[in-house]
């Protein structure tokens, strides 16, 4: 898990906007996408993503594991959708190695698009099957102009995830609370609920976890000081402790309602990363197919909503790519989000990161 948290916390670092801003993402789409695209590629290529990944180039199991067993969730009531979706022009040949590898995937699929004869359609279709996916949260995650002619396949992960708190806060107790925002006070609507909940104190940071249905859990990060200052110093090894501190207390716990959202083109962040030639012409996909192939784009879009009930989440993340050129009752410890705070959500069993939120100023 470790290595998760790290890579979640690295890229967090160079693809939010600056401190003060609203964003959201999904490390587990991002990851998918990013894994299935280590197993396309070979070479160089596969060394660069496998880093940024922090895992083994020629062992990818312990990230299948990681993310296949947060696909799976316990009992009925959680709603979870996955997808991880090979979309090839027709005339591309892909390696049958790869289309074994693909199995391995949770929601895998191949399907065909006819990206050079009708690349506006082939526009449609991934984004009509992202849109299915996540029930509409993601209408769009391809815009106009981002498939062409020259376009002959596309790697996609998508991620839906709506599920119930453990216990419900009662709606009747959310009323507006002074929240501290980087543009100055406002009020919002804030739940609030004295309960048993996960709890630490520590590092500079309170932590409350919030228990959710299926093995899912919510994790607040709320830091005794500011937040751009204390996002900066924390990383996977300090998010590892955090998490592992919280012992079950006695919470009264002010949580504002929010809606978030994050979209993002990966090239730049993901360069900081040190993946760089799966954009140029020196990229190596040799193990998805024959011809000579490098990614023209990739984008990424999340959307995290948080009420009284639950939670709902979407995600998805895609890789375009185009052919190349031949190259006891205590008193309850009181916890009040009323300013910037940092919200994660997770598979509680493997770790897994479905959403990273920095909330600022809840909507």
Not at 140 to 166: F, H, I
Not at 171 to 177: F, I, N, Q, Y
Not at 188 to 216: C, E, I, K, N
Request: charged fraction near 25%; charge should be negative.
């Amino acid at each position: 898990m470790s290595e998760h948290l790290d890579f979640s916390l690295s890229l967090h670092r160079h693809l939010a906007p600056a401190a003060g801003r609203p964003f959201c993402w999904s490390p587990y789409s991002v990851a998918s996408a990013l894994g299935l695209l280590t197993a396309a590629a070979g070479g160089g290529t596969r060394q660069e993503i496998a880093d940024a990944l922090r895992v083994d180039p020629e062992d990818r199991g312990g990230l299948l594991e990681l993310l296949g067993g947060a696909a799976e969730l316990g009992g009925d009531q959680p709603v979870l959708a996955v997808a991880n979706t090979l979309w090839a022009h027709e005339d591309l040949l892909v390696t049958e190695s790869f289309l074994r590898e693909l199995k391995d995937w949770p929601g895998n699929a191949v399907r065909n698009a006819p990206f050079r004869r009708e690349p506006e359609q082939a526009r449609e279709l991934i984004n009509s099957d992202v849109a299915e996916t996540t029930r509409g949260l993601i209408p769009e995650l391809l815009q106009p102009g981002t498939v062409d002619p020259e376009t002959v396949a596309a790697l996609v992960n998508a991620l839906y995830l709506k599920v119930s708190w453990q216990e419900s806060f009662d709606d009747k107790a959310t009323a507006p609370r002074a929240f501290h925002a980087p543009e100055g006070d406002r009020d919002v609507p804030t739940m609030h609920v004295t309960r048993r909940f996960g709890y630490a104190a520590t590092d500079g940071w309170q932590v409350v976890s919030l228990p959710a249905a299926g093995g899912v859990e919510a994790v607040v990060l709320l830091p005794d000081g500011d937040l751009s200052t204390a996002e900066a110093a924390l990383d996977g090894e300090r998010l590892e402790s955090l998490l592992s501190a919280t012992s079950s207390q006695r919470v009264e716990l002010f949580l504002p309602k929010f809606d978030v959202r994050g979209d993002a083109e990966l090239q730049r962040s993901l360069g900081e990363l040190g993946v760089h030639s799966v954009f140029t012409p020196g990229a190596d996909f040799s193990p998805l197919t024959d011809r000579p192939l490098r990614i023209s784009t990739m984008v990424h879009q999340s959307v995290l909503r948080v009420d009284e009930n639950g939670l709902e989440g979407a995600a998805a993340t895609a890789a375009m790519m185009r052919l190349t050129a031949i190259v006891r009752e205590e008193e309850p410890i009181r916890v009040e989000v009323d300013r910037p705070f940092l919200f994660l959500v997770r598979h509680r069993t493997t770790g897994a990161l479905y959403f990273l939120a920095r909330v600022v100023d809840p909507a």
